[in-house]
């Protein structure tokens, strides 16, 4: 029993320190291909996160729902609802800020405890609640303005371009000046939604029993645990996250628009499953996620600074690295099943 | 005696279904008197809302035929079938050329985009019923690479088809009253119940959808059910890429057949099928696919612009999903009962 247990820790453990050594081995060779180009320097690096600060936060609701045995397609919908609202509040209606932001978030927790109550009270498919989801947020950006609305408001623009020069590390550029790297707040942001997660996924209760749930659901629900509940909170949750990660895309963005973040869920899926992930529920880790948004970041400016490739390879690339990730889960899976 | 043949018809598997598209077609018909008006246009072609709707839906029609025996035997949705259209649209586009004549035969670039297509379907059945991988992440691979690869085979451009008989697939062909499409999908829907009905391979999917090991356990060859569902669902994606591709004589590969693997789904939901697998009405899809065109084109018809139409559709589908789910019919039971009971309590008193 133990050691089964230990066989499947390491099972999961090793993907994870495949995904690591991935993104390492990508990174690494990318310094030593691009190396006169300045691919090493640090603010390539925390240019990773700035770009992808959104994704990441997004990645980590989209874990914990995975986790759950569920899934939720509609967030990049609700980062597109997000933006355009924020935008529309501020520039249309000429409110606060702040105000604004809050705002947001509280719809993205409404919308999510919506779905959450399809989905564990009246028992309708993850897949189909979220898919309305979707179009509804979708189609809702649209209602809000059909044109794109750009964010002109002093206090936003001020949050949004606050350079936060990271001290101790610092390159000289030719002429003798001392750069410092920076990061902007929607960074932070993200850095915080990761640590939380992951302590709360690893050391609370609330936590625990989402893996339990995933796990098994039955289990779960004979052990004593209040399935739907934790499953509505689950989905709100990830509302929220939403919410959170439109609003860091809007700091990036700066804007609202009817197309944006389209197919964005597909990648914090695809991050979540290069991370270690099964869709099948029980098993996932926030730290895999942050790494397999890493690598997709990670393969985006290699190809930038190739220069000649085109878009379009990314995916590619993206696709087959996650072929190669699902290839190893599943033979992991089956490695485990002859075990037993 | 009434009540048990209201009974009946509740109970039968296509009437919510067919309450649903029945309700968008009274709407309209409240809304636009001419709503069921067919005439014939100066090139001998009919023309009407009706005619419109069933032409539109045809690629859907056909998307929603290959999902429902993917979605009956595995359980899982195939989220590939937008991206495949693409590579399928890309390689005949391809084939033939942007010259003034084609490059190779047109119908043998029509087949081998179809075989594109059938060669995608195969790859995520083996992802799926080989290797054992849930099909929604299996299928993710080809919904990330597929417009890639149609943008690698067409250069990134938009390919244009010169050829004027090239549009024939996707408009109408001279001297036939109805858009071709109509035709097409017709054929697949009739051979692919034919060959589910009178052979035993629609029963042998049901069981694999219901219970995979216990089907193989009794000798069927569950993996390669699944396998060709897969395939078969691929080649679905082909024959309406073909056709989406005819419809605009030229291949976009970004935006053919997008956002298509969600109404394909959403038609066989609609239709009465559980994701979950198992039975499954080949009908009740075809029908949900119509309803989704029906509703889109009478929304269109309201002046609903194309970017808000997905709003409508969501509050559609909750109400409809909700309406099937068990929790609610349960809920709605016991509602009922206690009704009964009351009015018995209340005879009695009387």
Known sequence: ?340 | MNSQIIKKIIKYRLFWPLVCLFAVLVVNLIRTPDFFNISINSKGVLYGYLIDIINRSSELIILAAGMTVCVASSAGTDISVGSVMAVTGAVTCFLLGTGDAYNIPYVLAVVAGILAATACGAWNGFLVAKLKIQPMVATLILFTAGRGIAQLITGGNILYIKVKNFKYLGSVLPGVPLPTPIFVAAAVVILTSVLLKKSALGMYIQSVGINAKASRLIGLNSTLIIFLTYAFCGMCSGIAGTIATSRIYSIDANNVGLNMEMDAILAVALGGNSLAGGKFSLAGSVIGAITIQALSTSLYSMGVSADQLPVYKAIVVIIIVSLQSKQFKKFFKNFSQKQKITGAGEKVTQ
């Not at chain 1, 985006?300 to 490739?309: D, N, R």
């Open chain 1, 1 to 340: 029993m133990i050691k089964s247990l230990r066989s499947k820790l390491s099972g999961n453990n090793f993907l994870l320190f495949v995904t690591i050594v991935l993104f390492f081995v990508l990174y690494i060779s990318g310094m030593v291909i691009f190396q006169d180009k300045g691919f090493g320097k640090p603010q390539v690096f925390l240019n990773l996160f700035i770009s992808n600060a959104g994704l990441i936060i997004a990645a980590v609701g989209m874990t914990i729902v995975l986790i759950t045995a569920g899934i939720d397609i509609s967030i990049g919908s609700v980062i597109a609802m997000t933006c355009m609202l924020l935008a529309w509040m501020m520039e249309k209606k000429g409110m606060d800020a702040w105000i604004s932001i809050v705002i947001v978030l509280i719809v993205g927790v409404v919308f999510g405890l919506v779905q959450g109550f399809l989905v564990s009270y009246l028992n309708i498919q993850p897949f189909i609640v979220t898919l309305a989801g979707l179009f509804f947020a979708r189609g809702m950006t649209a209602i809000i303005s059909d044109e794109m609305i750009t964010i002109t408001n002093k206090a936003f623009l001020g949050i949004a371009n606050a350079k936060i020069y990271i001290p101790f590390i610092s390159t000289v550029t030719k002429k003798g000046k001392v750069i410092h790297p920076y990061i902007y707040p929607s960074v932070i942001l993200a850095i915080a939604v990761l640590i939380i997660a992951f302590v709360i996924l690893k050391y609370t209760k609330f936590g625990r029993s989402i893996y339990a749930v995933g796990g098994n659901e039955q289990s779960a629900l004979l052990m004593g645990l209040n399935v739907r509940r934790i499953k509505l909170k689950v989905y709100a949750l990830n509302g929220f996250l939403a919410a959170l990660a439109g609003f860091a895309f809007a700091l990036n963005s700066c804007g609202g628009f009817v197309e944006q973040a389209r197919g964005f869920e597909m990648d914090a899926i695809a991050s979540a499953v290069i991370g270690g992930t099964l869709l099948t529920g029980g098993v996932g880790n926030v730290i895999g996620s942050l790494f397999g948004v890493m690598i997709k970041g990670t393969i985006e400016s290699i190809i930038t600074f190739q220069g000649t490739l085109s878009s379009w390879w990314t995916k590619i690339a993206i696709a087959a690295l996650l072929c190669i990730f699902i290839i190893l889960q599943s033979i992991f899976a089956s490695l485990k099943r002859k075990s037993k």
